[in-house]
C-alpha cells in the first residue's frame, strides 16, 4: 500500500499562474484534508472532504478550490497565485472526522 | 486564548530522562485527542490517540487526558535522540465546523546527548 501520494513534491510558480497539486489514498478512507504548512503557524485546514462528493472550508480557504473527484482522489487547485500562499502543502486522509489521519509527502509550493 | 495550545520550545531533554509534552484546549466538546510527530522536513506522524480520561500506555509513550481541567499531555520516558522532533496535538470534536478541525502549533524537543 503506497498511503496517501501528492504530486508534485516541488513546485515554483510566477504569481498570477495557476496549478492543481493531486492527491490520491488506497486506505479506502471515507475523509480527506487539505491542509498548509507556514514556519511558527502550525497546520491550518484549507478545506475538507467527509466523503465522495462534498467538500467544506477550512480555517484558510481563500484563493483555493478542491474536487473529491471519487472516493480516492482529493485535488487542490489555485487559480491565481499569489506570494502568500507560499507554504507547505500537505493532503491526509482518516476514516471518518475523528479517527487518525495519516499523511502524504508534501508539495513544497513557491510562488515568486 | 488560542484554541488550541502548546508550548513551542524547544524543550531540551538529557538522552535517557522523561520528556513532558503539555497541550490545553478550548473546545469542550472534544472527544478524540491525537499526537502527531513531525520530523523536520517530512510529515506528521501519529503517535498516540487518546479518548478517555486518564493514562494511555503505549511502549515509552504515555498520554494524559483531562477533560475537566482541558488538558491533554504527552510523556516520552527513556528519552533517544531520535524523539527529537516537533509534536503537534490535535483535539477532535465530531460535532464542530470543519473550520475547527485544527491542529496546536507544536512542541520542539530537542534530545541531548
Known amino acids: 500500500n503506497a498511503g496517501v501520494t501528492q504530486t508534485p513534491k516541488f513546485q515554483v510558480l510566477k504569481t498570477g499562474q495557476s496549478m492543481t497539486l493531486q492527491c490520491a489514498q488506497d486506505?479506502?478512507?471515507?475523509?480527506m484534508y487539505w491542509y498548509r504548512q507556514d514556519p511558527g503557524m502550525g497546520l491550518r485546514l484549507i478545506y475538507y472532504?467527509?466523503?465522495?462528493?462534498?467538500?467544506d472550508k477550512g480555517e484558510v480557504p481563500n484563493g483555493y478550490n478542491v474536487s473529491r473527484l471519487n472516493k480516492r482522489e482529493f485535488s487542490l487547485r489555485l487559480e491565481s497565485a499569489a506570494p502568500s500562499q507560499t507554504s507547505v502543502y500537505f493532503c491526509?486522509?482518516?476514516?471518518?472526522?475523528?479517527?487518525?489521519?495519516?499523511f502524504g509527502p508534501g508539495t513544497r509550493l513557491t510562488v515568486t | 486564548q488560542k484554541e488550541v495550545e502548546q508550548n513551542s520550545g524547544p524543550l531540551s531533554v538529557p538522552e535517557g530522562a522523561i520528556a513532558s509534552l503539555n497541550c490545553t484546549y478550548s473546545?469542550?466538546?472534544?472527544?478524540?485527542f491525537f499526537w502527531y510527530r513531525q520530523y523536520s522536513g517530512k510529515s506528521p506522524e501519529l503517535i498516540m490517540s487518546i479518548y478517555s480520561n486518564g493514562d494511555k500506555e503505549d511502549g515509552r509513550f504515555t498520554a494524559q487526558l483531562n477533560k475537566a481541567s482541558q488538558y491533554v499531555s504527552l510523556l516520552i520516558r527513556d528519552s533517544q535522540p531520535s524523539d527529537s522532533a516537533t509534536y503537534l496535538c490535535?483535539?477532535?470534536?465530531?460535532?464542530?465546523?470543519?473550520?475547527?478541525?485544527?491542529f496546536g502549533s507544536g512542541t520542539r524537543l530537542s534530545i541531548r546527548p
Open positions: 472532504s467527509a466523503s465522495e462528493g462534498t467538500t
Open positions: 486506505m479506502n478512507h471515507n475523509s
Open positions: 473546545d469542550r466538546g472534544s472527544q478524540s
Open positions: 490535535a483535539p477532535r470534536n465530531l460535532y464542530s465546523s470543519a473550520s475547527k478541525i485544527i
Open positions: 491526509a486522509s482518516s476514516e471518518g472526522r475523528d479517527y487518525e489521519q495519516y
